[in-house]
């Protein structure tokens, strides 16, 4: 079980950048295709799905039914977005990943009862300021894709960096019925971490989370959802950087789109 360390970051600012971060996704047109391809848009948005800034600067992955992890096989740069199509060649589920993105440098002061924000790297902190933040984003976005019967090769875990691993089959989910994953740091489970589901029902989506939920002592959830339709599921996780790092300290955002059905 991971535990997380002490970080140079007061609650009221933690609170402030969370709430006006935008949330990455990685959506398909469909999660289980009739047709031999697969389109999906990755953005990040504060409303889903409305894109507002490209998931760009990483590299995307598709990992197999069969294990294998591929590049998709076509990818569309657009200012609001990234659009991605893939072809299915084999039956059972797909993983499809953002890869990990390495983001903005984000510095936080204060001086004179004020408190100053910065994604400058060049921008120095006055002399006598007290620096209360220094961190860099690292996003993911993740989501399953289905041809034919659901497969379970594509949900095994990378064990690397902030994850949410299913027990439940992501392509096999309903309402009222139970919902059951597992958040991972490189590996470890992440006791007591909160994760945010948001509904993502197009003209009706929401800008608040519709349930915050907190897992349990073994990083597990065990949760069900009354309405059917596609969600987004949100986790952030802060902890030391490795050494090298462009801060010392990492902030880590990650998020899966599922569909329940009824």
């Not at 959506?27 to 409305?50: I, M, N, Q, R, Y």
């Not at 993105?101 to 408190?115: H, N």
């Not at 400058?120 to 993911?140: N, R, Y």
Request: net charge neutral.
């Amino acid at each position: 079980m991971f535990k997380l360390k002490p970080l140079l970051c007061s609650a009221s600012l933690l609170l402030t950048f969370t709430a006006t971060a935008h949330t990455p996704y990685l959506a398909p047109a469909s999660f289980e295709p009739l047709g031999g391809w697969v389109t999906l848009d990755a953005a990040f948005a504060e409303k889903f799905f409305v894109p507002e800034v490209a998931f760009d600067q990483s590299e995307f992955k598709v990992l197999q039914p069969d294990g294998k992890a591929v590049a998709p096989k076509e990818l569309f740069s657009g200012k609001t977005r990234i659009a991605v199509a893939h072809q299915l060649e084999q039956d059972g589920t797909y993983k499809f990943s953002t890869g990990q993105r390495y983001g903005a440098v984000f510095r936080s002061w204060q001086q004179d009862g004020k408190t100053h924000n910065s994604r400058d790297p060049k921008e120095q902190i006055p002399s006598g300021a007290k620096l209360t933040a220094h961190f860099q984003s690292v996003t993911l976005a993740e989501t399953y894709v289905s041809k034919g019967a659901p497969s379970q090769t594509a949900l095994k875990p990378t064990n690397h960096g902030l994850e949410l691993v299913f027990q439940s089959h992501p392509n096999d989910l309903y309402i009222q019925s139970p919902i059951k994953a597992t958040v991972l740091y490189n590996g470890k489970a992440l006791a007591e971490q909160k994760v945010q589901v948001y509904p993502a029902n197009s003209a009706e989506a929401e800008t608040k989370a519709s349930k915050e939920l907190m897992t349990d002592k073994q990083g597990q959830l065990n949760f069900e959802l009354d309405n059917a339709g596609t969600y987004v599921l949100l986790t952030r996780f802060r902890t030391d950087a490795p050494k090298g790092a462009k801060a010392p300290t990492y902030s880590y955002s990650y998020s899966a789109v599922v569909e329940v059905t009824e």
